[in-house]
Every structure is written in C-alpha cells, then in structure tokens.
C-alpha cells in the first residue's frame, strides 16, 4: 500500500468519524430523545440485572396476601393471586422487549428485502409484491396479528412470527420508494454503464441510501410491537400465564381494575413508558440522520 492510498484511507475514516459525531450531537440536541434513551436504557439495565436483583421469585403467590395494595414492604403491591407485582414487571420486561426486537429485526430483514427486489427490478416482479403487500396493507396490524395468531396459535415464539409478520408490508413499501429515489441518481446510473451487477449495485450503492430511514421506521415500530404484544397477551392469545409478560399481567387483573386498580396501573406504566421512549428516540434518530429535517424545522419557526 502506496503512501497516498494510506492518506486516502485515514481521511475517510476522519470523515466518518466526523460524521458520526455529527449524528451524536444532532442526537443530544433533541431533549426528548434523550429522555428517551436514558428510560429505555434504563428498563434494559433492570431487565438485564434482574437475575441478581433482591426481588421475589415473580411466580411464587401467597393467597393470604393477594390485592395487598403498595406499601413499604411491597412497593409494587400484590396481584389477585399474591404474586410480587414489581418483581413480574421486573422480569416480564425481558419478554415484552425480547418481543418487539426481534418482530421488527424480522418484519424489516424480510421487508427490505423484498422493497429492494421491488424497487430495483420493476415489472412483474414488482407488481406481485406490491399486490400482495397491498392486501396485507388493507388490514390494520393489530387486526392481522390476531389472525396469524389465530392460525399458528398461541405461544412465544408465534406472538413473535405474527407481530413481525404483521409489520412486513409497511418496510416493503417505504423501502420500495427509497429505492425509486436512489435508482434515478446519477452514480447508480454509472455503475450500470460500467458493467456493474444488480446484486453489487443494490447493496454496494442502494442499500446504504436507503438504511437510515428504515432504522428510524423500526425505532417506531419497536414502541408499537410494544403495543401490540401487550393487546395480544391483554386478549389471552399472547405469552400465556403465569409466564409475567407485561400485557398478559393486565388481561389478568382487568376484574380488579376499579377495586385494586395497582394490579394494572404498574404493567400498564411501563408499556406506556417503554413505547413513548422508542418514539422520542425515533425523533431523535430521524433528525440526527436527517439533518435537512432540522433545518426545514427551523425555517417554519422562524
């Protein structure tokens, strides 16, 4: 390696690194998103650390102490059957946030692929997908996670195989016209002439232009799978009992909503609290990548 191929190289590595810290001080700029990584960082620390956490075994009960309301001792209360309330929430946010990760790393792999494939290709390729992600898209998310649900059955892992199966169709067709804006630039043009593959010009040149704004689509996507694994185990045709996942809690105690409301506002809490902040990181994460979004912000203000 020649003297000026290293200089090359160490000025695009100062360039990306220059980038980035660029990104992280967009990010910091935006308070909201702020607050909200440092609330999910927070509900992943507790999830992590639970294991050697002082709680109690969160599916040991006690009848003689069931509804017992929050106090000193139990900061959290007891639910209908005496079980330590904040030691369920504790572990149950392993399963609620193991849900949304991996429904969104499986729903966006499958629908950037296919938008990929969609876009880049065209005709009747693309007009297959688009007719199937057209049908998928006349059911609203919740409504097609109940039906797959309903034909795989109940269960951990097919709660994951429907909430991410459900979100498909939505990264099909964002990244369907990201590609469309990407493949009319001049460079992709260049490595056609050139002689370049489709295969090397999608990931070599596509991919990366069309990446950031599917990053941001799947923060969003993190807080609603949230909310739909929660509806699902609220039903009874999510993570089954006694297993402690959030929304399976509240489907649990909904009887003593007015008489020990504990029993639901704590569950209930944190699912509001972990979906709002994968939405304010969202924001943040749309304007650090994005920056002409914060200068057209701006301009408005003004």
Same mark, same amino acid.
């Given at each position: 390696?020649?003297?000026? +191929?290293?200089? !090359? ?22 308070? *909201?998103?702020?607050?909200?990584? $440092? ?22 009960? #006690?009848?003689?102490?069931?509804? /017992? ?12 059957? =005496? ?14 946030? %193991? !849900? ?9 792999? $499958? %629908?950037? &692929? ?38 795989? %059955? &109940?269960?951990? +892992? #097919? ?19 990201? &590609?469309?804006?990407?493949?009319? /630039? ?14 090397? $010009?999608? $990931? ?21 799978? !949230? ?5 699902? *185990?609220?039903?009874?045709? =999510? ?25 639901? +506002? ?15 990181? =969202?924001? =943040? ?11 057209? !912000? ?5």
């Amino acid at each position: 390696m020649d003297e000026r +191929t290293k200089v !090359i190289i160490e000025r695009l590595q100062e360039a990306r690194k220059t980038q980035m810290l660029l990104m992280w001080a967009r990010f910091k700029a935006n308070i *909201g998103a702020l607050i909200g990584l $440092i609330l999910l960082s927070g509900i992943i620390l507790m999830a992590i650390l639970e294991p050697i956490l002082p709680l109690e075994d969160p599916l040991a009960f #006690n009848l003689g102490k069931s509804l /017992e309301p929050p106090s000193l001792s139990c900061l959290f209360g007891r639910d209908e059957i =005496g079980r330590d309330i904040l030691s369920r929430v504790v572990n149950g946010a392993k399963y609620s946030l %193991g !849900i949304a990760f991996l429904s969104v790393v499986l729903g966006s792999s $499958i %629908g950037l &692929v296919l938008g990929l494939i969609s876009g880049y290709y065209g005709g009747w390729i693309d007009n297959i997908i688009q007719r199937v992600t057209d049908v998928l898209l006349s059911f609203p998310t919740l409504l097609l996670s109940i039906a797959l649900v309903s034909v795989l %059955g &109940v269960g951990l +892992t #097919n709660i994951i195989l429907s909430v991410g199966i459900s979100t498909i169709p939505v990264y099909i067709r964002l990244t369907r016209s990201l &590609v469309l804006q990407v493949k009319s /630039e001049e460079y992709v043009t260049a490595a056609q002439v050139i002689g370049k593959s489709s295969p090397y $010009i999608i $990931i070599r040149h596509i991919l990366p232009n069309v990446l950031s704004p599917v990053i941001v689509q799947s923060t969003y996507y993190m807080g609603l799978t !949230i909310l739909i694994a929660a509806g699902l *185990g609220f039903l009874g045709l =999510g993570v089954q009992p006694p297993t402690p996942e959030w929304g399976a809690m509240i489907g649990a105690g909904r009887t003593y909503i007015f008489s020990s409301p504990h029993v639901v +506002t704590f569950p209930g809490l944190f699912i509001f609290i972990t979906a709002l902040s994968f939405n304010l990181i =969202g924001d =943040g994460l749309r304007d650090a990548l994005d920056p002409r979004v914060r200068v057209l !912000i701006k301009k408005v203000k003004i």
